[in-house]
């Protein structure tokens, strides 16, 4: 299939903008209220998680792509794109849940639903273009762990 860079940049920047958005939310506690939150030994500096979701929202936009680029042979297409921007959202509203409204519980209930949904997003990519699908590996792997993270937080706090 031939290259479209528009389609592309719009892709990649489609995840990242809501990294953006989510990180807006974030910022305002990252620096107050999540540093006086007891946390596990495991918890990483807060100085990974920047380059960790940037890395994972350009291998989602790319995943996006290859998608994008098999619309016209996808019979679901409008289904699968809903998969995609459910999690999408579901993304951003951890940031908001967690770190704007500091309501923990509700995070871990909504980051539970986050997982399912990528894992789902990650299967019906991979039904599409196996790359596409496993591209979202990391991500499934990175919220794996912000789910462990999360429920740790929870029951220290």
């Known amino acids: 299939m031939k290259f479209n860079p528009i389609a592309f940049v719009v892709n990649v920047?489609?995840?990242l903008a809501v990294g953006a958005i989510?990180?807006?939310f974030t910022a305002s506690s990252v620096k107050t209220w999540y540093l006086?939150?007891?946390?596990p030994a495991f918890?990483?500096?807060?100085?990974?998680?920047?380059p960790v979701w940037t890395s994972i929202f350009i291998l989602m936009g790319i995943s996006a792509y290859l998608v994008w680029q098999r619309r016209d042979t996808i019979a679901h297409f409008p289904r699968t794109i809903a998969i995609y921007f459910i999690q999408l959202i579901l993304n951003l509203m951890w940031s908001f849940i967690f770190?704007?409204?500091h309501q923990i519980g509700v995070a871990l209930i909504e980051i539970m639903f986050l997982l399912v949904?990528?894992?789902i997003n990650a299967i019906v990519f991979y039904k599409i273009n196996k790359?596409?699908?496993?591209?979202?590996i990391p991500y499934i792997l990175w919220v794996s762990f912000a789910t462990v993270l999360t429920y740790n937080i929870f029951t220290l706090n």
């Open 13 to 15: 920047a489609l995840p």
């Open 131 to 136: 790359l596409a699908g496993l591209l979202f």
């Open 99 to 101: 770190f704007y409204t």
């Open 22 to 24: 989510g990180a807006f």
């Open 117 to 119: 949904a990528i894992i």
């Open 36 to 39: 006086t939150l007891a946390k």
């Open 43 to 50: 918890n990483p500096p807060n100085s990974i998680f920047p």
